[in-house]
Structures are given as C-alpha cells and as structure tokens.
C-alpha cells in the first residue's frame, strides 16, 4: 500500500522559512516524479513544484527564487524548502507522487500558515 506523509508544517512569520518533509512507502520512490501542491481556504489547489525521477526542477512564479524541492531517494524523502515566506504562502500543502505507469499518489497535507 502506497502512503505519502508530509510534516513540518507551521505557523511562521513574514519572511521566515520552513522546510516540509514528505515521507514515501509501499512505492518504487526513485522512479517517481515528486510534486508539491498546495491548497488555501477557499481556492482551488495549485502546484507549486515538480522534482522528476531525472532530477529535473520545475516552480511555479509565485515561489520561484524562494522555494526549492529536492529528494532523497535513498530515504524515500522528498523536501520543499520554503524561504521568504508571504502571507499568501498560508495553505495546505500535499505531496503528490506519480509512479512510471501515471497513477497519483497523495499525501494527507500539512498546513503552512504565514501570519505575524
């Protein structure tokens, strides 16, 4: 059974940082594309940023220059370091994994929420 579990999420002020985990079993995690998306009140979810099986980076505008993905297969981790953080940072945000044939896989989210 394939679970993702992401966690690090807080309450931050303007302009900190946070680092959000999320934490693969039960899947082949090498062979993966990882994504971040994330969902605040009352919006639809968006991405937020991709890391394929190739290591290949991809953001949208919003975060690009402040946040950065990374993983680490050999602990079936994926990582988005968050920098610079805005108030319109503040949502839940879900770790996505799609496997060689293309099925999704999804995590439970964490909520980030960016107030002073």
Do not use: H
């Not at 940082?17 to 082949?28: K, M």
């Not at 968006?46 to 949208?60: K, N, S, Y």
């Not at 920098?83 to 949502?91: I, R, V």
């Amino acid at each position: 059974q394939v679970q993702l579990v992401e966690s690090g999420g807080a309450l931050v002020q303007p302009g900190g940082s946070l680092i959000l985990s999320c934490a693969a079993s039960g899947i082949d995690f090498k062979s993966t594309d990882i994504s971040w998306y994330r969902q605040a009140p009352g919006k639809q979810r968006e991405l937020v940023a991709t890391i394929t099986r190739d290591w290949i980076r991809t953001f949208v505008e919003a975060v690009a220059g402040r946040f950065t993905i990374s993983r680490d297969n050999s602990r079936k981790r994926a990582y988005l370091q968050m920098n610079s953080l805005k108030p319109e940072d503040t949502a839940v945000y879900y770790c996505k994994a799609t496997s060689l044939s293309l099925e999704n896989y999804w995590g439970q989210g964490t909520q980030v929420t960016v107030s002073s």
